[in-house]
């Protein structure tokens, strides 16, 4: 059976349900409720999405919907547009798994990262662009399209099938989700994406769009860029950070975020000890880097987990050991394994700032 194109019925023929909107809500036609996941630490990407699909199945549905929240949200934009857009999430450990309730994974796929759901839990509809391949056997529904930028423009797609009013909240948060997860690269994205903006943007309240794009950045936040900086080394075209105490998982993203802008580099990955785990940050400054594929492989090598996008990805990497030289030898391998995966000759980092430096600012 495709499940990309119309189903085909008993005789050949396409029967009506061709639009995916529609078969994603036949088959929660007898359903108790929906329970929406996703991946660990939702990002913007993830909320708007549920929140959209939330809406889609309760207006068209009249159904019970749940989200929920799989780890802690750190990241300042994100706890931001969780609090202005009153996004109520249940903390997936608090979840009691009904029979009769379909359970709807966006923006992931089972069994490529974290995922803490209790293993007989079936999966109705797996919505997701990532192109890290999950195991998808058995799940009734599937929409994975790895050429869109973001899963809010999908959530948008189906909206708009549905001919349903987007209301300001709903259209606020599937439009930051679709720009923050472009990181600024809108011409690179699907044109799908692109429409989905353009349609959000006159419905989407732009001053709570400021306020999470400006968001107050908490101290740990410099902390970690000091750390970072201090312990940032350039190989040719790849720079790397290293942060030796993580206060919370997300900040190696935000420091990588600003690495990356480094004007003589192509990649720049952040790593942070974060209680037994090395927490990964990969970016890419070139369009179809491969950035996910790249640290997914490094990553599984080393026992860890890792996914993400052509630009942008994440992941981590099991520390057998909390001494300095048990993080010390996994840190060295990683890096090694790392440039060549990058095809970078294995050579001596240069500091990008001077210890020397370093210890004149600090008298
Ligand atoms: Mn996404």
Redesign the pocket.
């Given at each position: 059976m495709s499940r990309t194109n119309g189903d085909q019925g008993a005789n050949g023929r396409a029967t009506a349900l061709t639009r995916r909107s529609d078969r994603f809500l036949a088959g929660l036609a007898d359903c108790r409720g929906v329970t929406f996941i996703s991946h660990v630490h939702p990002?913007p990407?993830?909320l708007g999405?549920m929140l959209g699909l939330a809406y889609l199945v309760e207006s068209c549905l009249s159904k019970r919907t749940r989200m929920t929240r799989d780890g802690a949200i750190c990241r300042a934009e994100n706890r931001m547009m969780v609090e202005t857009m009153a996004i109520e999430l249940t903390p997936i450990e608090d979840v009691v798994w009904r029979p009769g309730e379909a359970v709807v994974m966006v923006?992931s796929q089972p069994r490529t990262g974290r995922h803490n759901i209790p293993d007989d839990v079936q999966i109705y509809a797996v919505i997701?662009?990532?192109q890290t391949p999950g195991d998808l056997g058995g799940v009734p529904f599937l929409d994975i399209r790895q050429t869109i930028g973001?899963?809010?423009s999908l959530a948008t797609r189906y909206l708009l099938e549905q001919e349903l009013e987007i209301p300001e909240r709903i259209a606020t948060c599937l439009y930051y989700?679709i720009e923050s997860?472009l990181s600024g690269y809108p011409r690179e994205a699907n044109h799908l994406d692109d429409s989905a903006l353009d349609f959000l943007y006159p419905i989407a309240n732009r001053d709570a769009i400021a306020q999470i794009r400006n968001a107050p950045l908490p101290e740990t936040f410099y902390e970690t860029l000091l750390q970072a900086l201090q312990a940032s080394f350039v190989y040719d075209e790849l720079l790397i950070s290293w942060v030796h105490d993580l206060q919370n998982p997300e900040l190696c993203s935000q420091a990588v975020d600003f690495l990356i802008r480094h004007e003589g580099i192509r990649w720049a990955l952040c790593a942070g000890v974060h209680e037994d785990q090395l927490i990964l940050s990969l970016r890419s400054n070139q369009p179809r880097a491969c950035a996910g594929e790249i640290l997914r492989q490094v990553a599984a090598r080393m026992g860890g987990r890792a996914g993400g996008?052509d630009r942008r990805a994440g992941g981590y990497i099991p520390l057998p050991s909390a001494s300095d030289s048990g993080i010390d030898l996994v840190q060295s391998e990683f890096r090694r394994r790392l440039l060549k995966a990058l095809g970078i000759e294995e050579q001596r980092g240069r500091r990008l700032v001077p210890v020397r430096e370093m210890l004149q600012n600090i008298q």
């Amino acid at each position: 059976m495709s499940r990309t194109n119309g189903d085909q019925g008993a005789n050949g023929r396409a029967t009506a349900l061709t639009r995916r909107s529609d078969r994603f809500l036949a088959g929660l036609a007898d359903c108790r409720g929906v329970t929406f996941i996703s991946h660990v630490h939702p990002d913007p990407d993830s909320l708007g999405s549920m929140l959209g699909l939330a809406y889609l199945v309760e207006s068209c549905l009249s159904k019970r919907t749940r989200m929920t929240r799989d780890g802690a949200i750190c990241r300042a934009e994100n706890r931001m547009m969780v609090e202005t857009m009153a996004i109520e999430l249940t903390p997936i450990e608090d979840v009691v798994w009904r029979p009769g309730e379909a359970v709807v994974m966006v923006d992931s796929q089972p069994r490529t990262g974290r995922h803490n759901i209790p293993d007989d839990v079936q999966i109705y509809a797996v919505i997701d662009h990532h192109q890290t391949p999950g195991d998808l056997g058995g799940v009734p529904f599937l929409d994975i399209r790895q050429t869109i930028g973001a899963t809010c423009s999908l959530a948008t797609r189906y909206l708009l099938e549905q001919e349903l009013e987007i209301p300001e909240r709903i259209a606020t948060c599937l439009y930051y989700g679709i720009e923050s997860e472009l990181s600024g690269y809108p011409r690179e994205a699907n044109h799908l994406d692109d429409s989905a903006l353009d349609f959000l943007y006159p419905i989407a309240n732009r001053d709570a769009i400021a306020q999470i794009r400006n968001a107050p950045l908490p101290e740990t936040f410099y902390e970690t860029l000091l750390q970072a900086l201090q312990a940032s080394f350039v190989y040719d075209e790849l720079l790397i950070s290293w942060v030796h105490d993580l206060q919370n998982p997300e900040l190696c993203s935000q420091a990588v975020d600003f690495l990356i802008r480094h004007e003589g580099i192509r990649w720049a990955l952040c790593a942070g000890v974060h209680e037994d785990q090395l927490i990964l940050s990969l970016r890419s400054n070139q369009p179809r880097a491969c950035a996910g594929e790249i640290l997914r492989q490094v990553a599984a090598r080393m026992g860890g987990r890792a996914g993400g996008h052509d630009r942008r990805a994440g992941g981590y990497i099991p520390l057998p050991s909390a001494s300095d030289s048990g993080i010390d030898l996994v840190q060295s391998e990683f890096r090694r394994r790392l440039l060549k995966a990058l095809g970078i000759e294995e050579q001596r980092g240069r500091r990008l700032v001077p210890v020397r430096e370093m210890l004149q600012n600090i008298q």
